[in-house]
C-alpha cells in the first residue's frame, strides 16, 4: 500500500485558486505544514477592528456608546485604543459616533506602525504615503495634535479620502501635498520622525481583498521592490539626525520588506535597525543577517491579522 503524496504547488494553486508562483514561495519561506495552515487562515474574513480615536474620545467611553447601541467590543491586548467589533444591529462603519470621527476602522496590524514610531506632541513628523489616511489619524493622535504632520500622497484619485479622513478625525495640525514623496526633499523640510507605509502588492490582504490571490506577478513584486528601494532611500535623506523612520507593508514578500531594508543599510552606513517591543508577539524578519531579525513580520494564520511588515530604522 503506497503513501499518499502531498500536494505539490500546482494542487494547492489550484485548490485555494491562487497564482502558482504564489503558493511556490510560500512553500520555500514556511514548509508545507505552514502553507497549508496560512492558505487555510486567508479563507476566513479579517476580524473588523476599530482604533479610538483619542483627539475626541476615550476608548472607555467609546467602548460603553458602542455597547449601548447593541455592538459586541473586545478590547484588544497590547493596544489599549483598539477594540475588536464582534455582532452589531447593523454596520460598524454606519454609526453616528463613526460619522462624527470617533473611532477609525482598521487593521490591528496596520495600527503598529505608528505605535512603534511613537510620534509626541512638538515633534516633526512626515507621513510619505499616508492615503486613505489611518495611519496619518493615528499620527495626529498621539501627537495631540500638537506639532507638524507633514502628510503626503501621489494617487490624486485618493487625495478626496485622505482629507476627509483628516477633516472627520479633527486632525489640526497638518499640510497635505499631493506630490511624488520622493521629491519631498525640495523643500528643504527634514523631520525627526518618518513614516513610510509603502505601496505593494497588497500580498497580505488577501483576507479582505481574495482577487489579490491572482492579480500580481512576480513582476509586479519586482516593479514594487525597486520603487520601495527609492522611497525609503528618499526617507532617509528627510529623516534628521537621530531621526527615526518606521517602514511598512502589508505584503510578505521578502523581496519588499527585508530586502528593501538591507538595501537601505547598504547604502547608508549611518542607519541602524531599532530593536521594537514584539506586539502580538510578531515573528522576526526574515533572512541572515541579525538586524533584520528585529523586524516584526505578521501572518494570519499565527496572529489573525492581515500578513504585515513592520521595521523600525535610527539615523545616527
Not at 505605535?115 to 506632541?121: A, H, I, V, Y
Not at 492579480?215 to 520601495?228: E, G, W
Request: charged share 25%; net charge positive; proline share 7%.
Amino acid at each position: 500500500m503506497t503513501e499518499k503524496s502531498p500536494p505539490t504547488p500546482r494542487d494547492l494553486a489550484q485548490k485555494f485558486g491562487y497564482a502558482e508562483y504564489m503558493v511556490e514561495r510560500y512553500i520555500q519561506l514556511f514548509g508545507l505544514e505552514e502553507t497549508l495552515q496560512l492558505l487555510r487562515a486567508n479563507e476566513i474574513p479579517l476580524p473588523v477592528t476599530i482604533r479610538t480615536n483619542t483627539l475626541k474620545i476615550t476608548p472607555k467611553t467609546l467602548n460603553k456608546r458602542l455597547e449601548d447601541k447593541g455592538f459586541e467590543i473586545r478590547p484588544v491586548q497590547e493596544l489599549p485604543y483598539a477594540f475588536e467589533v464582534g455582532k452589531g444591529p447593523y454596520s460598524i462603519g454606519a454609526t453616528h459616533e463613526y460619522m462624527f470621527g470617533f473611532y477609525f476602522l482598521q487593521g490591528i496590524a496596520s495600527m503598529i506602525p505608528v505605535e512603534l514610531l511613537d510620534p509626541r506632541p512638538g515633534d516633526m513628523v512626515i507621513d510619505m504615503c499616508a492615503a486613505p489616511g489611518g495611519k496619518s489619524t493615528h499620527i495626529a493622535q498621539k501627537m495631540q495634535n500638537k506639532g507638524t504632520l507633514y502628510v503626503i500622497e501621489w494617487n490624486e484619485v485618493r487625495m478626496p479620502a485622505l482629507t476627509t479622513n483628516l477633516a472627520r478625525c479633527g486632525v489640526h495640525n497638518h499640510l497635505v501635498f499631493n506630490m511624488d514623496a520622493k521629491k519631498f526633499g525640495s523643500y528643504g523640510i527634514q523631520a525627526n520622525k518618518i513614516l513610510l507605509d509603502a505601496p505593494c502588492t497588497g500580498e497580505g490582504t488577501i483576507r479582505s481583498d481574495p482577487s489579490r490571490k491572482k492579480s500580481r506577478t512576480m513582476k509586479d513584486v519586482l516593479t514594487c521592490s525597486n520603487t520601495q528601494k527609492d522611497l525609503i532611500a528618499a526617507a532617509i535623506k528627510l529623516l534628521r539626525p537621530g531621526g527615526e523612520l518606521v517602514y511598512s507593508t502589508c505584503s510578505i514578500a521578502p523581496e519588499e520588506n527585508e530586502v528593501v531594508v538591507q538595501s537601505a543599510l547598504d547604502a547608508f552606513s549611518n542607519v541602524s535597525v531599532v530593536e521594537v517591543p514584539r506586539i502580538l508577539q510578531a515573528r522576526p524578519g526574515l533572512g541572515d543577517k541579525a538586524a533584520l531579525h528585529r523586524a516584526l513580520r505578521y501572518y494570519p494564520h499565527v496572529h489573525n491579522t492581515e500578513g504585515f511588515f513592520v521595521c523600525k530604522l535610527k539615523k545616527r
